[in-house]
């Protein structure tokens, strides 16, 4: 039965657990870069801190397409766009928040 | 799903589980970049009306819903596999786990909209908080979506079954992944 599971190219559960755990880190990660205090929520975020929220969302998202959606079995072509959505849309969105910053817009 | 029926799929048969499953994923992912998108480029005019209306907001609680989903999809997950093994019992267990943690985020999302129209904060208090309503509402309708579909993947449990409603779910977690630092976190 092991090994018929193992055929169907599925994440064993060791590797689902090590995934959650990454994202869960990541999620705690991004709320510390945030500097949720009531004093720093008065300011924007500086460069790191955006940058570093909108790397461990992608990565996040990332890994949730491949791990849990199982992505990793498809055809590089699938792969490869899915991918690239994610990292256009924060590439974007990260452009848009830094050119707030700068004044640009 | 025979082989020659995965073949008729074209490209699409290289995509593990139901094709139209992805193309709905696909859909919906390209529907809220594209609202990603324009939420950033609003926010971008106008940093101060919606850093503002962001400090309206418990970016904790937006991170306990996060912890919630993420958890969901993990036991989401380990019920696919259950059933691939053929354990049905285990399955609809994690199954179980995945619909009661689904069902804790959208209690804590209706606590926060109540919460939220208590202090007098509609969609018409300012362009942030119409952003906000319409996308979590949206994102909210999703849950309340993929909880049905994994309802009937525990009513009638077999292993495409739970592909596909596991799939939406996974897709419903991802889209929250992207919009909690947008909405919460990103200032």
Not at chain 1, 91 to 101: E, G, I, K, N
Not at chain 2, 129 to 155: N, Q, R
Request: hydrophobic share 55%; aromatic share 14%; charged share 10%.
């Amino acid at each position: 039965m092991r090994k018929a599971f193992l055929e169907t190219g599925r994440p064993a559960a060791r590797r689902l657990f090590t995934t959650w755990l990454t994202l869960v880190a990541l999620t705690l990660l991004a709320m510390w870069s945030a500097q949720l205090d009531p004093v720093s929520r008065q300011s924007s975020l500086p460069v790191w801190g955006f940058t570093l929220v909108l790397l461990g969302a992608a990565y996040k998202v990332q890994q949730i397409l491949l791990v849990y959606l199982n992505l990793r079995v498809s055809s590089a072509g699938w792969r490869g766009s899915f991918l690239a959505l994610v990292w256009v849309v924060m590439v974007v969105v990260w452009a848009a928040y830094w050119a707030s910053l700068r004044g640009l817009v | 799903m025979t082989t020659l029926e995965q073949d008729e799929w074209g490209p699409l048969s290289s995509l593990p589980g139901n094709p139209l499953m992805w193309i709905l994923i696909l859909s919906e992912l390209l529907v809220f970049s594209a609202f990603f998108v324009l939420f950033a480029w609003q926010r971008s005019l106008d940093p101060t009306l919606f850093n503002a209306g962001q400090m309206q907001l418990d970016p904790v609680l937006g991170g306990v819903n996060t912890l919630l989903l993420l958890t969901s999809g993990l036991f989401a997950a380990l019920a696919v596999q259950a059933i691939t093994l053929g354990d049905v019992l285990r399955c609809r267990r994690w199954l179980a786990l995945t619909m009661l943690l689904g069902l804790a985020f959208c209690v804590v999302k209706l606590l926060e909209y109540a919460a939220k129209i208590a202090m007098g904060l509609t969609p018409e208090t300012s362009n942030f908080f119409s952003y906000y309503y319409l996308l979590t509402a949206f994102h909210l309708a999703h849950v309340i979506f993929g909880l049905g579909l994994l309802a009937l993947a525990y009513w009638k449990t077999s292993l495409q079954n739970l592909e596909t409603s596991t799939a939406f779910w996974h897709m419903v977690d991802l889209i929250w992944v992207m919009l909690y630092p947008l909405l919460y976190l990103l200032r």
